[in-house]
């Protein structure tokens, strides 16, 4: 069974990078048929989704965010990154890994969500 | 980017009774459009898609319905585990966005 799982730092200062990581167990991103995602919730504008992409496709970045963040992957070791760079407390999050089906962009398989706090 | 706007942000509907949320979108979703229910300190969880297919393992209280720019969850003969947020996502246009959610709240 597949699973997600989000790990980074909690905590980033102002104007730094925020660097997450998240971990693909029980199956590949690699395997077809999904696609990948990452979404965050904020309490001010609620669910926003960062990016996506299908393996081997090119990476959607959401244009308020385009400028700011990148999406990468290293199947060798099941793990999709998040970065976001220039933060600030705007971007205080729950940041979700999440998977959905390549026919559909829904989400069907979320990872816990990590928060992190953007303040100095 | 095609907006989302549910009402009401708040319902109180006591267990047992209906509850009729909606959806409506800035421009037309066509059907493309899923429900998610959300638990406090959980991610969301998928409910309905397509405007009105049932996610596997919802239970059929669970329906929805419309297109275009108005789109309504209806759940049933309300439980205890109901009551939490929930959220219409649009995946027509990309940035694909959601709704800021109506919490179902206990009469």
């Known amino acids: 069974q597949v699973q997600l799982h989000e790990s980074g730092p909690g905590l980033v200062k102002p104007s730094q990078t925020l660097s997450l990581t998240c971990t693909v167990s029980?199956?590949?991103?690699?395997?077809?048929?999904?696609?990948w995602s990452w979404i965050r919730q904020t309490p001010g504008k609620g669910l926003e989704w960062i990016g996506y992409f299908y393996y081997g496709d090119n990476m959607y970045y959401n244009p308020s965010l385009k400028s700011r963040v990148s999406i990468s992957v290293d199947t060798s070791k099941g793990h999709i990154s998040l970065k976001l760079t220039s933060v600030t407390a705007a971007d205080t999050a729950v940041y979700y890994c999440?998977?959905?089906?390549?026919?559909?962009?829904?989400?069907?398989?979320w990872g816990q969500g990590t928060l992190v706090t953007v303040s100095s | 980017e095609l907006v989302l706007t549910q009402s009401p942000v708040i319902l109180s509907v006591s267990p047992g009774e209906e509850a009729t949320l909606s959806c409506r979108a800035s421009q037309s979703s066509s059907t493309n459009l899923a429900w998610y229910q959300q638990h406090p300190g959980q991610a969301p969880r998928l409910l309905i898609y397509?405007?009105?297919t049932r996610a596997t393992g919802i239970p059929a209280r669970f329906s929805g319905s419309g297109s275009g720019t108005e789109f309504t969850l209806t759940i049933g003969s309300l439980q205890s585990e109901d009551f939490a947020v929930y959220y219409c996502?649009?995946?027509?246009?990309?940035?694909?966005?959601f709704g800021q959610g109506t919490k179902l709240e206990i009469k």
């Open positions: 029980g199956g590949s991103i690699i395997s077809g048929g999904y696609y």
């Open positions: 397509g405007a009105s």
């Open positions: 996502q649009q995946y027509n246009n990309w940035p694909y966005t």
């Open positions: 999440a998977r959905g089906p390549r026919s559909t962009p829904i989400i069907l398989l």
